[in-house]
T-cell receptor, first 112, second 114 residues
Framework: GENVEQHPSTLSVQEGDSAVIKCTYS??????FPWYKQELGKGPQLIID?????GEKKDQRIAVTLNKTAKHFSLHITETQPEDSAVYFC???????????FGSGTRLQVQP | DGGITQSPKYLFRKEGQNVTLSCEQN?????MYWYRQDPGQGLRLIYY???????QKGDIAEGYSVSREKKESFPLTVTSAQKNPTAFYLC?????????????FGEGSRLTVL
């Protein structure tokens, strides 16, 4: 089955700096890669996703890049703000698969 | 969130007791999922259901049971056979559309075994 690895497990940045979180996946047939943000005590919320037919997608301060050859994808957050502090999860799946396989999460702390 | 309701939010159980976590949705979506979250770990799939009256085991189904008698409801029972049940439990639905992979999560239920 699919295996998703996520790094780093914790990340601390100064407000205004950029943050990058990286994930690798094992199933070359995976074609959908979402990123979720989870605030304390709440369920994860989808913040951005990318499908395998594109290499990059942006939404304001966040962007995701995908390298299918290397089987890795990354989340980039620019101009970080304190409210970006949360746990971020990457995930992967392929068409027809039952569910998402998640990475182990990255706790992002943005220092004011 | 936005049509997915999990209850209770907090639950305490004594060892040897079964407990049932509720997950209700009013979005008329077919596919529903239960995930378990432990500190420092990602979400792990317990059970999922693609349609009413049908469900399949996920990666960590031992000690859990589910039912899907109605489209809007997918309750999870944590049985006494689950050796380490203290965790945060998340219910999700899959977005509408034939090929979408998006999952939308509820607010979660935190179970603590005393």
């Amino acid at each position: 089955g699919e295996n998703v690895e996520q790094h780093p497990s914790t990340l601390s940045v100064q407000e205004g700096d950029s943050a990058v979180i990286k994930c690798t996946y094992s199933d070359s047939a995976s074609n959908y890669f979402p990123w979720y943000k989870q605030e304390l005590g709440k369920g994860p919320q989808l913040i951005i996703d990318i499908r395998s037919n594109v290499g990059e997608k942006k939404d304001q301060r966040i962007a995701v890049t995908l390298n299918k050859t290397a089987k890795h994808f990354s989340l980039h957050i620019t101009e970080t703000q304190p409210e970006d502090s949360a746990v971020y999860f990457c995930a992967a799946s392929r068409t027809g698969r039952r569910a998402l396989t998640f990475g182990s999460g990255t706790r992002l702390q943005v220092q004011p | 969130d936005g049509g997915i309701t999990q209850s209770p939010k907090y639950l305490f159980r004594k060892e040897g007791q079964n407990v049932t976590l509720s997950c209700e949705q009013n979005l008329n979506h077919d596919a529903m999922y239960w995930y378990r979250q432990d500190p420092g770990q990602g979400l792990r799939l317990i059970y999922y259901s693609q349609i009413v009256n049908d469900f399949q085991k996920g990666d960590i189904a031992e000690g859990y049971s589910v039912s899907r008698e109605k489209k809007e409801s997918f309750p999870l029972t944590v049985t006494s056979a689950q050796k380490n049940p203290t965790a945060f439990y998340l219910c999700a639905i899959r977005g509408a559309g034939v090929d979408t992979g998006e999952l939308f999560f509820g607010e979660g239920s935190r179970l603590t075994v005393l």
